[in-house]
């Protein structure tokens, strides 16, 4: 059994509707995508899943949509104006436009790579005495480069804390950092990019009238915090959770939809009393850990990585680190945001933001720890873990290969296929349809009697679908069905009058909440 490759991921995605590129007549938008009948399927149930562990399982956690235009001045006082920035350079000959610190980093990476294959390499030839700590430490060979990669990044750290353009670019020569695409040299200056989009309100716009489509969703907790405590009568600590669109021109965006121009988070901003934060910070950085393991992701493929950079507006960071195709990057952050954000806006609106706490007979700012996955990102993350190939008999008995997703069952876009044994008996016809007209009130299911019934359980294990529910001739004399699991291929004959309980109590969310 293996996952398939990362190329071969992407294509499935667009053969069985779960994406496709954006407006791809005009030849698709750059970083643009459309999620497709079964892709909306599975990202509907990602947010469910998100939304109920958060919202629906915390007394003290609540709802918000907010409105994705927001008053410009919200965002001179989150500082996204002054400081949301990348640094941006680009290669003379290429043409090709790059981020800075990403040609940093994957310099870094590359040695790291050596480093990792020569570890590999002793472990194979010292077997169970392997000590690989001991190794990386007295090896002249990986001591040399792991000093490498430390002088790389922190120099880099200490340029974009500086915000020293000069210092970047002097970095990439000094480090001879070539063009990835075509091996030159030939580099501009690095420049500050602002990543907000930005458009007018209304017909005859001045700067003022500059609107931004927001590059995270967390401001329009912000700015309603005080609508939602009077309103909800909260008592600290409690949460607001937000699902929406963000938007960021990003420099360089690519890896399917790991990196877009548009996309959608979901945040939550926990409100807690100040010199109580680093306790709820540990608290969500364990407690996000747990619901992606929730979802059967192997601990393996799941790691934290403090921030070295920290944002503007946080005094503490991590991220969720997931093993995608392309290795470990961010799936999700978890930020201690202290009062920056709340305080702005009290200074730049002159409205009081404060929170009177009835414990201490005392009005303050809130402090705020901030959990912010993107929703893209966790798609990705469980159609890359969950679609593989593996070899399984066939209704001959014979080996062959099928392509299988194995999805949680409660996030599978499908839950049940409903398939005549055969399409032209009437009579098996009349009581499959009869099946899935009872189970479609319960789960999402579909009704399929096309081609013979073993490429039809090829077709639903390619999409996901948990089970396949066959009728036969059987069940025209004793109202019983043939329920097969997607994952271990057994079939089991079961009444008709139980199918839907058993698919809707296995793939219900509930299980893992
Ligand atoms: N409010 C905090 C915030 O926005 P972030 O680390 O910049 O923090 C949070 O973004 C999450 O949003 C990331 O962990 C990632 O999952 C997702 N995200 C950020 N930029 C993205 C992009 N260009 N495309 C897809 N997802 C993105």
Redesign the pocket.
């Known amino acids: 059994m293996k996952n398939v490759d990362f190329k071969s991921l992407i294509s499935h995605c667009k053969e069985y509707g779960f994406i496709f590129p954006s407006s791809e007549i005009y030849d698709g938008l750059s970083a643009a995508y459309d999620y497709g009948p079964l892709g909306i399927e599975l990202k509907n149930n990602i947010k469910q899943y998100w939304w109920k562990s958060m919202v629906q399982m915390h007394q003290n956690i609540v709802g918000l949509d907010a409105a994705i235009f927001m008053h410009p001045k919200t965002w001179k006082a989150s500082g996204h104006v002054d400081a949301f920035n990348d640094p941006m350079i680009d290669n003379k000959d290429s043409k090709k436009r790059y981020r800075a610190d990403q040609l940093i980093e994957s310099y870094a990476e590359k040695i790291e790579t050596k480093i990792q294959k020569d570890v590999d390499k002793a472990a194979k030839k010292f077997g169970d005495s392997f000590e690989e700590k001991q190794f990386r430490e007295t090896n002249g060979r990986i001591i040399d480069r792991q000093k490498k990669i430390d002088y790389a990044i922190n120099t880099m750290n200490q340029h974009l804390k500086d915000a020293n353009m000069d210092g970047l670019k002097a970095l990439i020569e000094e480090l001879e950092i070539v063009d990835p695409e075509g091996g030159s040299r030939n580099w501009t200056d690095v420049r500050q990019f602002n990543l907000m989009f930005h458009t007018q309100l209304g017909a005859i716009a001045g700067e003022e009238d500059k609107l931004y489509l927001r590059p995270?969703t967390?401001q329009g907790i912000f700015v309603n915090f005080l609508n939602v405590q009077k309103s909800t009568r909260q008592k600290l600590p409690f949460g607001i959770a937000q699902i929406g669109k963000a938007f960021?021109n990003?420099i360089v965006?690519r890896q399917f939809i790991?990196?877009?121009r548009e996309?959608e988070?979901m945040?939550m901003q926990f409100f807690v009393k100040p010199g109580e934060e680093m306790k709820w910070y540990d608290y969500w950085k364990q407690t996000r850990l747990e619901w992606h393991k929730a979802l059967g992701t192997p601990a393996e493929n799941l790691r934290f990585h403090d921030h070295d950079n920290l944002a503007h507006y946080a005094n503490a960071a991590v991220d969720i680190e997931f093993k995608f195709p392309f290795g470990f990057r961010?799936?999700?952050?978890i930020?201690s945001r202290t009062d920056f954000d709340l305080k702005s806006h009290q200074e730049l609106s002159g409205k009081k933001l404060q929170y009177f706490d009835p414990t201490v007979n005392e009005n303050y700012v809130p402090y705020v720890v901030?959990t912010?996955?993107?929703c893209?990102?966790m798609f990705l993350s469980q159609i890359g873990q969950a679609l593989r190939e593996e070899t399984v008999p066939d209704a001959d008995g014979k080996d062959s290969t099928r392509t299988v997703m194995k999805l949680h069952p409660a996030l599978a876009p499908i839950k049940a296929a409903v398939m005549p044994l055969l399409k032209n008996k009437e009579e098996l016809v009349k009581a499959s349809t009869d099946v899935f007209d009872k189970l479609k009130a319960h789960v999402i299911c579909q009704y399929d009697e096309k081609d013979a019934i073993g490429r039809r359980y090829r077709r639903q294990d390619a999409i996901g679908t948990p089970y396949s529910i066959t009728i036969d001739f059987d069940t025209l004399e004793n109202n019983t069905v043939t329920i097969r699991d997607r994952d271990t291929l057994e079939q089991k004959r079961v009444k008709i009058d139980d199918v839907s309980k058993i698919v809707s109590d296995s793939c219900n969310i509930n299980n893992i909440l």
């Open positions: 995270e967390a960021r990003e965006a790991f990196r877009m996309f988070q945040e961010e799936l999700e952050g930020h901030e912010s996955i993107g893209d990102r």
